[in-house]
């Protein structure tokens, strides 16, 4: 007998359809969330900076003048060397200074003779006109030439210093010790024709100083922030900062302490201008070189870490993505400095069991996962 209606197979197909749907179904909702690296948090006691960057400048810097002219004799000292204070840098043909000075010393001689002679004179005309032997105007003639011969001493001890000034400055000595530049003459160069000439510049690296400015935002933070752990600020008192040299970040091996605070802002670009002094005996950090700075901001506190990679960025600002029961949850952070791989949260937060190890390959926030333990702080996320 047939049945009436579709056949058996197709019938039996249909059957066979259903069910393996319904056990595909079945499967997927049984199958576990998708695996994410997931790394812990840490708490390390820190130390908190105020970080920022300068331009390193000579403590001392001075240009070496020829201050009378003459033929360059000498220069002593070679171009990029070391100096001590009172070395003689250069040397300006002396001779005809010492002859000016010669003259000076007989201009002298010859006044204080003749001063002798009109004091002699005035005190044998005092003597006859207290006799009555000679007139007043005689006596008045003598006092005008003692005084004319003690106003000429005067002048001839002036020549003969300034004769002796003008010897001295044919050699030219450095006013304290560092580093000389190039020379701008050589000798044999006739020098100070039309007034003082360079001959050269010293600069003074140990100590080294850096420059620095502060915004005036931050500059009210800073203050606060050294008020409240106790710590003298800026022109109360000595306040230490480290220092740093390339722009790559890593240690800050000179320590040394800020020197300057400017009393007013700058107008016009509201910032501060500071100066910090650090000792630089091997000459380690050159006038004009970048320099990176940190102040220390009190003791050494409690500090979560997360690794930077677990740090993302969306329009409501940063986040990291914390595993809890389970499922991402987006938690607001504020980060930190960033060193080796982990980056600093200003204020603790809680993450449950973690972080997602790389929120950029993370599933979204409201995703069930499996938490598996990342490899290291950059791990990616697995599913």
Do not use: H
Not at 87 to 114: K, T
């Amino acid at each position: 007998m047939r049945i009436p209606g579709r056949p058996l197979r197709a019938c039996l197909q249909s059957a066979g359809l259903a069910a393996g749907i319904a056990a595909l179904s079945g499967a997927q909702a049984l199958a576990a969330p998708p695996e994410l690296a997931v790394a812990a948090t840490e708490m390390r006691a820190l130390q908190a900076y105020y970080t920022t960057s300068g331009t390193a400048a000579a403590s001392l810097q001075v240009d070496l003048v020829a201050r009378v002219p003459g033929y360059l004799r000498a220069a002593d000292a070679a171009d990029g060397t070391r100096v001590g204070e009172g070395d003689e840098l250069f040397l300006i043909e002396p001779e005809p200074y010492r002859a000016q000075l010669g003259q000076a010393q007989a201009a002298l001689d010859s006044a204080r003779a003749q001063l002798a002679y009109a004091e002699t004179q005035l005190a044998r005309q005092k003597a006859l006109r207290a006799r009555d032997v000679t007139d007043q105007s005689s006596l008045d003639q003598a006092q005008a030439t003692r005084d004319e011969a003690a106003a000429a001493e005067k002048n001839a001890e002036a020549g003969l210093r300034t004769a002796e000034l003008e010897l001295g400055y044919t050699s030219v000595r450095a006013p304290f010790g560092g580093v000389m530049a190039a020379r701008t003459a050589d000798p044999g160069a006739y020098v100070g024709a039309n007034g003082a000439q360079t001959l050269a510049t010293l600069y003074q690296t140990d100590p080294i100083e850096v420059q620095f400015t502060v915004s005036e935002t931050d500059m009210l933070r800073l203050r606060a922030a050294l008020r409240a752990e106790g710590l003298p600020f800026p022109g109360t008192g000595p306040v230490r900062i480290e220092a740093g040299t390339g722009r790559g970040g890593g240690d800050y091996p000179l320590a040394g302490s800020v020197s300057y605070l400017a009393p007013a802002a700058t107008e016009g670009t509201g910032t501060f201008a500071l100066r910090a002094t650090f000792a630089n005996p091997d000459g380690a950090v050159m006038p004009g070189t970048f320099v990176r700075l940190r102040l220390p901001l009190g003791p050494p506190r409690p500090r979560m870490l997360v690794p930077t990679a677990a740090i993302g960025t969306d329009l409501q600002g940063r986040y990291v993505l914390a595993v809890e029961d389970g499922v991402l949850r987006r938690v607001a952070v504020e980060p930190g400095p960033a060193q080796g791989g982990m980056t600093e949260l200003e204020t603790p937060v809680e993450t449950g069991e973690g972080v997602a190890a790389n929120v950029a390959a993370a599933p979204p926030a409201g995703t069930a996962v499996t938490p598996r333990p990342a490899a290291g702080a950059d791990s990616d996320s697995g599913s």
